[in-house]
């Protein structure tokens, strides 16, 4: 499978000085490139803006702006940008509200610094990474809003882009939950053949992350059979 060469650009927000600087130099000391850091909301966008991180690690509980609307602003500004929220709340309110806001993975702060780091290089490469028992909660929430009328993204607008037939079949293992590796296998398929049906599917469908295509796939049954 095709690795990524470049170093992945990372960029840590937590307002406490300690907490950040010990996972901005797990992040360094493992072949990541940490291009900035902040400790409050206001300081985050403007240093993610001009530094362009890859992934931000954010923390929710920010002075100045909260977390989630750092991540709104930064996505909306960024698309391609990978969000991996790391914080000391698994309220079920804190983690739906974060991955609406555009975050594509949550993480507990009681993570090992193994288990952040894994998840940093996973979030890098489009996998919805969270913390065991918090990615059911997110795909149940997804189906009840699925089930509601008038969801659907695109009801209404005429001539909804056709997709081909792998990347359907990618996109359904994608709802199913499967992580990029995971429908690699299954296909036999390259990791990086994987990550192109997604993006062909991001484009075709004007979605911008992940976790908006794992909500349109649920909202047309795809996480079926």
């Known amino acids: 499978m095709t690795q990524r060469q470049d170093p992945i650009r990372v960029m840590v927000v937590d307002d406490h000085p300690m907490w950040r600087d010990a996972v ?5 000391e493992s072949g990541f490139e940490v291009v900035a850091t902040a400790g409050d909301g206001e300081q985050a966008v403007r240093r993610a803006m001009a530094a362009a991180p890859d992934v931000l690690v954010l923390d929710l509980n920010l002075p100045a702006k909260p977390g989630v609307q750092v991540c709104k602003e930064l996505v909306a500004h960024n698309p391609a940008l990978r969000v991996l929220v790391l914080s000391a709340s698994g309220e079920h309110a804190d983690v ?5 806001s555009g975050a594509t993975g949550y993480l507990l702060k009681s993570a090992s610094t193994g288990e952040l780091l894994d998840a940093v290089r996973r979030t890098a490469v489009g996998d919805a990474v969270f913390t065991p028992g918090l990615a059911g909660l997110v795909l149940g929430e997804y ?3 699925a089930a509601e009328p008038a969801s659907a993204p695109d009801a ?3 001539g909804t882009p056709r997709l081909t037939e792998r990347e359907t079949e990618v996109l359904r293992l994608v709802a199913k939950g499967l992580s ?3 429908i690699a296998e299954r296909l036999v398929i390259s990791h990086r053949t994987v990550q192109n049906h997604v993006q062909n599917t991001l484009g075709k469908l004007q979605l911008h992350n992940r976790v908006e295509l794992v909500r349109y796939a649920i909202e047309r049954g795809l996480d079926g059979e």
Do not use: S
Request: proline share 5%; glycine share 6%; net charge positive.
């Open 96 to 100: 739906l509200e974060a991955v609406k």
């Open 156 to 158: 209404g607008v005429p």
């Open 180 to 182: 990029y590796k995971q």
């Open 24 to 28: 901005a130099r797990d992040l360094a």
């Open 143 to 145: 189906r009840r809003l």
